[in-house]
């Protein structure tokens, strides 16, 4: 075989690799999804080299970062809340009474993302014209370089900084019609710091709505039937996840392929498997075809060293009764073809438990990250049809 067609042969080879994901019928514009999912790939293979020869990881977030800029609608501007990054959007028109604001949380396992990032920033300009709101998009200090509990606390701090009468005045706010949001780990980031603030004595001000999308809600058990489905599925596979997980706590791999293992947690925990025991929290049809076996537990080692995994503000599943009782109206959006589709549904059984209100959209069609395939960038029909549903809710009911 001459060099040419070895190399021939050799690139068709690579090609099929990465082309090759089976997508579900059910979701639309697959070409598309599958040529975004192998450019994400690849780049992720590309940044994985990189890190391991030494250099930088470079990230795709970074390309994708845009400028705060102003326009005759809206007033855009990177500041500090509490010493934390945040965008801001100030509707430009004068307006006689109070307007309501979103304060967001952006995703990315953690790890990466930014309030800066085309689709959050085109979210928050959304925002603004459809519900004439003042919008906050803040950022947090990101592993490996940061872990747990800097990102919670990042974000804390900034809705702090927020949530003060002054604050709201300066910008314009109505203190009881405030929401708080975010998508994927932004959805951890929100149900967590939101438990925390219905028991802060300090904070008077609290939110009216809270909303989480695709949320990753526990760190417990790595066996879902979600994680079992989708555990190739596009955007997030289930080594991806249990990787951002692992990495939020630390870069030690023994906790990593402890996770891998689903044998992380001490026996000493096993009191906290009833709040993600996904056999009596999750609806029939998702349990489907699935059969539920008790958790297998390690040494203790690795929850003396990292006890991020078993606290509740990384895990806000694991929340006492008595905590998500006092919870405002929350806002549930899961996807089907998501390996974190189950963290979500079981928190909406929680809550319904707890009696709080609750609204849950369950997009038959969707995948992780849905809401930011919506945007003008890559312009995904279904993730536009949903970030179309989701600003109609908020403006109906914040
Ligand atoms: C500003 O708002 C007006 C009225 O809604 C709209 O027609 C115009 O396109 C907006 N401008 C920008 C830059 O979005
Ligand atoms: C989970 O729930 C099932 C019943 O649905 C029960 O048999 C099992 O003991 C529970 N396991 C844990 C660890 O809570």
């Known amino acids: 075989m001459g060099k040419k067609s070895l190399c021939l042969l050799i690139s068709c080879v690579l090609i099929a690799y990465y082309s090759y994901t089976p997508i579900p019928d059910k979701i639309e514009q697959q070409w598309e999804l599958m040529m975004i999912w192998n450019f994400m790939r690849i780049q992720m293979h590309i940044s994985t080299l990189l890190e391991m020869l030494g250099f930088r990881p470079f990230v795709l977030s970074d390309l994708l970062k845009v400028p705060p800029i102003s326009d005759e609608n809206v007033t855009v501007t990177d500041t500090l809340f509490n010493n934390v990054p945040v965008r801001v959007f100030v509707p430009k028109q004068k307006s006689s009474t109070l307007r309501r604001a979103v304060f967001y949380v952006h995703g990315g396992g953690w790890a990466t993302g930014s309030a800066a990032w085309g689709p959050y920033d085109e979210l928050g300009r959304w925002m603004v014209e459809r519900l004439d709101a003042v919008v906050v998009l803040t950022d947090y200090r990101l592993s490996?370089?940061?872990?747990?509990?800097?990102?919670?606390?990042?974000?804390?701090?900034?809705?702090?900084?927020?949530?003060?009468?002054?604050?709201?005045?300066?910008?314009?706010?109505?203190?009881?019609?405030?929401?708080?949001?975010?998508?994927?780990?932004?959805?951890?980031?929100?149900?967590?710091?939101?438990?925390?603030?219905?028991?802060?004595?300090?904070?008077?001000?609290?939110?009216?709505?809270?909303?989480?999308?695709?949320?990753?809600?526990?760190?417990?058990?790595?066996?879902?039937?979600?994680?079992?489905?989708?555990?190739?599925?596009?955007?997030?596979?289930?080594?991806?996840?249990?990787?951002?997980?692992?990495?939020?706590?630390?870069?030690?791999?023994?906790?990593?392929?402890?996770?891998?293992?689903?044998?992380?947690?001490?026996?000493?925990?096993?009191?906290?498997?009833?709040?993600?025991?996904?056999?009596?929290?999750l609806p029939e049809r998702f349990k489907k075809g699935h059969v539920y076996t008790t958790p297998i537990h390690g040494p203790s080692e690795l929850a003396k060293k990292y006890p991020g995994f078993l606290d509740v503000r990384a895990s806000p599943l694991l929340a006492d009764h008595s905590i998500l009782r006092r919870l405002p109206l929350t806002h549930i959006l899961t996807c089907q073809y998501d390996v974190v589709r189950d963290d979500g549904l079981m928190y909406l059984s929680r809550l319904r438990a707890a009696d709080v209100r609750v609204v849950h959209e369950h997009v038959e069609d969707g995948f992780h990250g849905i809401l930011s395939f919506g945007s003008s960038l890559i312009n995904f029909r279904a993730g536009k049809r949903e970030v179309n549903k989701y600003l109609k809710w908020l403006k109906e009911n914040l």
Request: hydrophobic share 45%.
């Open 144 to 281: 490996p370089q940061y872990h747990f509990p800097t990102q919670f606390e990042d974000v804390y701090d900034a809705l702090r900084w927020f949530l003060r009468k002054k604050v709201l005045a300066e910008y314009g706010v109505d203190p009881s019609r405030i929401c708080i949001a975010g998508d994927s780990a932004g959805g951890n980031l929100v149900a967590a710091v939101n438990q925390k603030l219905l028991n802060d004595p300090e904070i008077k001000i609290k939110v009216k709505i809270q909303s989480l999308i695709y949320p990753v809600l526990q760190a417990l058990d790595m066996d879902l039937p979600s994680h079992r489905e989708n555990i190739h599925m596009v955007i997030v596979e289930k080594e991806h996840l249990v990787e951002f997980w692992s990495r939020y706590f630390t870069s030690d791999k023994a906790l990593l392929e402890a996770m891998v293992a689903n044998q992380h947690t001490p026996v000493e925990s096993s009191h906290l498997f009833k709040f993600v025991n996904w056999s009596t929290l």
